[in-house]
């Protein structure tokens, strides 16, 4: 096999697990599938050593994330805020499945509105359940500032999703 396939076989076999966590990062599909197609892009260029990492999943999941972050650096004075979630049957359909209560939409909207940073480690940790120490690996920072990121990212998260959710459920 060569290495062309071998990588597209890889990519296709990961491709909705990180379509899921890009959209979390992105708050919209579109930007969640070029992210995903920006890491498999820097994966290919140097797939012979990847393809000898001991944990090909979780070098995919770190390029995702400092992907990301990285975009999200060079274009954060026109970063614009998402008006509402888009629908969910689309390109991840099974997201949220079984919380036909609205919750998902008010908690991606939440997500949304994080910062870039604060957002990824919420996903890393909560969506991907990685450690702290794992998730200051794939972001690149200390394992002190996942905590306080976790900490500031849910108190927030806390607050703005807080009385969306009991409306639902008085509903």
């Given at each position: 096999?060569?290495?062309?396939?071998?990588?597209?076989?890889?990519?296709?076999?990961?491709?909705?697990?990180?379509?899921?966590?890009?959209?979390?990062?992105?708050?919209?599909w579109h930007s969640?599938?070029?992210?995903?197609?920006?890491?498999?892009?820097?994966?290919?260029?140097?797939?012979?050593?990847?393809?000898?990492?001991?944990?090909?999943?979780?070098?995919?999941?770190?390029?995702?994330?400092?992907?990301?972050?990285?975009?999200?650096?060079?274009?954060?004075?026109?970063?614009?805020?998402?008006?509402?979630?888009?629908?969910?049957?689309?390109?991840?359909?099974?997201?949220?499945?079984?919380?036909?209560?609205?919750?998902?939409?008010?908690?991606?909207?939440?997500?949304?509105?994080?910062?870039d940073r604060a957002?990824?480690?919420?996903?890393?940790?909560?969506?991907?359940?990685?450690?702290?120490?794992?998730?200051?690996?794939?972001?690149?920072?200390?394992?002190?500032?996942?905590?306080?990121?976790?900490?500031?990212?849910l108190a927030l998260?806390?607050?703005?999703?807080?009385?969306?959710?009991?409306?639902?459920?008085?509903?």
């Amino acid at each position: 096999m060569s290495d062309e396939d071998e990588f597209r076989e890889f990519a296709a076999s990961r491709q909705k697990q990180l379509l899921r966590s890009a959209y979390l990062l992105c708050g919209n599909w579109h930007s969640a599938e070029d992210l995903v197609q920006t890491a498999f892009g820097q994966m290919f260029r140097s797939w012979r050593r990847v393809r000898r990492v001991e944990y090909p999943d979780a070098y995919a999941k770190q390029v995702l994330y400092r992907c990301h972050l990285t975009a999200n650096r060079k274009k954060r004075f026109a970063t614009v805020p998402i008006e509402s979630v888009p629908d969910l049957a689309a390109p991840g359909a099974g997201f949220g499945a079984g919380f036909d209560d609205g919750s998902v939409a008010v908690l991606t909207e939440a997500l949304a509105r994080l910062p870039d940073r604060a957002r990824a480690v919420v996903v890393l940790r909560f969506w991907d359940d990685y450690s702290v120490a794992q998730t200051a690996e794939a972001l690149g920072i200390s394992q002190g500032t996942v905590k306080s990121q976790t900490a500031r990212a849910l108190a927030l998260l806390r607050t703005r999703i807080g009385d969306s959710l009991n409306d639902i459920r008085q509903d």
